[in-house]
């Protein structure tokens, strides 16, 4: 599966993707606050794209103008997902390399995803988390329509081996279809 946007294309992750996905996945400022260690090397990146981010529903979020992948998004579907959800609901995960930071490209891709899991896939309801301190993602989130829901206090993060607070936002499809009849462009 592949999506385009104005800006983007989302396509599967290559192994090919490597040395693009260390490039902005070992900066510490980047995975630690989405919940995952900053990667170490090239090779550890594509032993990542092989077992993690080949994942059915996983994207590489990649600019049209050179194709190379500057983050990554996946929607996770049912007992898929972090938060073993029936197989009518649905969660987005994301993430973007810190020079394209501000620059309104993951709540593009969050909107392809969620018109293809409305739509598409007729789910009823998608989710979203953060972490505290993780204000982008935060943001990001208010901007493509997500309300909060809940909050998960002291969980034990098994990728880092920490203690997290997480904060859950979601959408059902009867809001997403209200948000896009207001907005046929699309732009919340």
């Given at each position: 599966m592949r999506f385009e946007t104005e800006?983007?294309?989302l396509r599967p992750w290559l192994l090919s993707d490597a040395e693009d996905l260390y490039q902005?996945?070992?900066?510490?400022?980047?995975?630690p606050v989405a919940g995952w260690p900053p990667h170490t090397s090239v090779e550890n990146s594509r032993e990542i794209i092989k077992y993690i981010?080949?994942?059915?529903?996983?994207?590489?979020?990649?600019?049209?103008?050179?194709?190379?992948?500057?983050g990554s998004i996946g929607l996770m579907c049912g007992k898929t997902s972090n938060f073993a959800l029936?197989?009518?609901?649905?969660?987005?995960?994301?993430?973007i390399g810190v020079p394209f930071w501000g620059q309104g490209l993951i709540p593009e891709a969050v909107r392809a995803l969620l018109r293809y899991g409305f739509e598409k896939l007729k789910l009823e309801k998608i989710w979203c988390g953060y972490f505290d301190g993780n204000e982008k993602s935060k943001r990001v989130q208010e901007k493509c329509g997500f309300t909060y829901h809940h909050t998960n206090?002291?969980?034990h993060w098994k990728?880092?081996?920490?203690?997290?607070?997480?904060?859950?936002?979601c959408l059902t499809g009867e809001e997403w279809l209200l948000q896009t009849a207001d907005n046929p462009c699309g732009i919340f």
């Open positions: 800006r983007l294309i902005y996945a070992k900066d510490p400022a980047v995975g981010l080949s994942a059915d529903g996983t994207y590489a979020v990649c600019l049209k103008k050179d194709n190379k992948a500057i029936p197989e009518t609901q649905g969660e987005i995960g994301y993430w206090k002291d969980i990728m880092m081996d920490d203690i997290r607070t997480e904060h859950v936002t």
